[in-house]
């Protein structure tokens, strides 16, 4: 286990991912976009703010990064102020954001230039596996690399897996993410069929849950799709985005997942409805306009 570490990123999942390093004993030298952020996260769990994420890399050994998209990876690994001004020769860079998978290839190329190392190491599980320290981990680097990181990755996570090169842990955590858009955007039109029906919707979450037509994302989402309670596990922007990576992955290599892209349109249109910072699973209210009913309301009143 390194003794001190750069993190980059204080979001939904940066923090909690963070706040369990800290809790395990790591030296955190702390980097965040919003100013006063990181000063505030060191005053409640310890740990060194820093003003760039340059300062932030200087006596790491390993930088971690957990920010949105692959032009933010890029700014704080490689910009004026990026990490790879202040990390020594020989360090070591995780990115555990989702990005596209050749974004993830281009980093690792030009981080070699420099002579710095590069694992792509997103994650699945959203914030509250995230907090317990059980996130899913996979991992694209060579595998001294991985193995370097893995005593981090324990303690974030109970499952990690070296998928294969810079990149392939990218390629998989999008299409683990273009499944879950799917599997909620089929659990919103499930549930308000039943409704539609005057099938019980406790009866039906149950039948549901313990047959073939169980899913993660029906045991995450059902609930608070029924309470039409939105509060952000992960933002249907961020999901949007994912979906959009694996299909253009997808289109790159020749291969059509139209469900995805099902699921992208409805993404759409519930950012296009104001939704974008509400947790993924309000997709819903788009299937609830389409539909011209209301999820638990009796007589099919229109939502829109």
């Known amino acids: 286990m390194p003794t001190t570490i750069a993190f980059l990123g204080l979001g939904i999942m940066g923090s909690r991912m963070a706040a ?9 030298r702390l980097w965040t976009r919003t100013a006063g952020k990181a000063q505030a ?55 555990m954001s989702t990005i596209a998978p050749a974004d993830a290839r281009a980093l690792a190329t030009e981080l070699g230039a420099r002579g710095l190392r ?42 990690v897996v070296h998928v294969g090169a810079p990149g392939q842990g990218q390629a998989l955590k999008v299409v683990n993410n273009a499944v879950a858009a799917v599997n909620t955007a089929t659990v919103a039109q499930a549930l308000l069929v039943a409704d539609a029906l005057e099938v019980d919707l406790d009866a039906a979450e149950a039948v549901l849950g313990a047959g073939s037509g169980g899913s993660a994302m029906l045991v995450l989402k059902a609930r608070p799709m029924r309470e039409h309670d939105f ?15 694996c299909l253009d992955a997808a289109q790159d290599a020749g291969v059509p997942f139209p469900a995805a892209a099902a699921a992208r349109d409805a993404l759409v249109a519930t950012v296009g409805r104001g939704l974008g910072a509400a947790d993924f699973a309000a997709v819903l209210e788009v299937f609830e306009a389409y539909a011209g009913r209301r999820l638990g309301e009796k007589g099919g009143t229109s939502p829109i």
């Open 20 to 28: 369990n390093l800290s809790r395990a004993g790591l030296e955190l």
């Open 41 to 95: 996260w060191a005053a409640e769990h310890g740990g060194v703010a820093c003003a760039t994420p340059a300062e932030a890399a200087q006596g790491a050994r390993i930088v971690v990064s957990m920010v949105v998209d692959g032009e933010q990876v890029r700014e704080v690994l490689l910009g004026a102020d990026g990490a790879a001004r202040g990390l020594a020769e020989g360090g070591l860079c995780v990115d």
């Open 118 to 159: 590069f694992v792509d190491a997103p994650v699945t599980g959203s914030s509250p596996k995230a907090a317990d320290g059980t996130l899913t981990i996979m991992c694209g680097g060579a595998g001294a690399d991985v193995a370097e990181a893995r005593p981090l990755f324990d303690v974030m996570g109970d499952l």
């Open 231 to 245: 509060a952000t596990l992960f933002k249907a922007e961020h999901m949007l985005k994912d979906v959009r990576l």
